[in-house]
Nanobody, 123 residues
Framework: QLQLEESGGGLVQAGGSLTLLCTTS????????MAWFRQAPGKEREFVAA????????YHADNVKGRFTISRDPAKNAVYLQMNSLKPEDTAVYFC????????????????WGQGTQVTVSS
């Protein structure tokens, strides 16, 4: 069983930055594909970014490209989401997810999820 825990959320003004951290425990040696999704009130869960096992291939949603960057440190079982130039529309609960294959942006391909961390961007 793989456990995921997010941290780093908070309240920030528009234009500011935050770095989210996802730590994994349990089946750490599996090093699956890792991703970040987010969900705003009344909206569906939305893909943000994903990174492959070896950290080589990365995928970012169009609405965060150039502002958000996903990275991972396998030695620390950690995945990061650096968020710059934040906008009020980035306000959401951000979830870390782990999967092994399939479409990177499709949440149904991820079998493990964290509890989420709230990010609020004020205007």
């Amino acid at each position: 069983q793989l456990q995921l825990e997010e941290s780093g959320g908070g309240l920030v003004q528009a234009g500011g930055s935050l770095t989210l951290l996802c730590t994994t425990s349990g089946r750490a040696s599996s090093r699956p594909r890792m991703a970040w999704f987010r969900q705003a009130p009344g909206k569906e869960r939305e893909f943000v970014a994903a990174i492959e096992r070896d950290g080589g291939a990365k995928y970012h949603a169009d609405n965060v490209k150039g502002r958000f960057t996903i990275s991972r440190d396998p030695a620390k079982n950690a995945v990061y989401l650096q968020m710059n130039s934040l906008k009020p529309e980035d306000t959401a609960v951000y979830f870390c997810a782990a999967g092994s294959r399939g479409v990177a942006g499709d949440p149904t391909f991820y079998g493990y999820w964290g509890q989420g961390t709230q990010v609020t961007v004020s205007s």
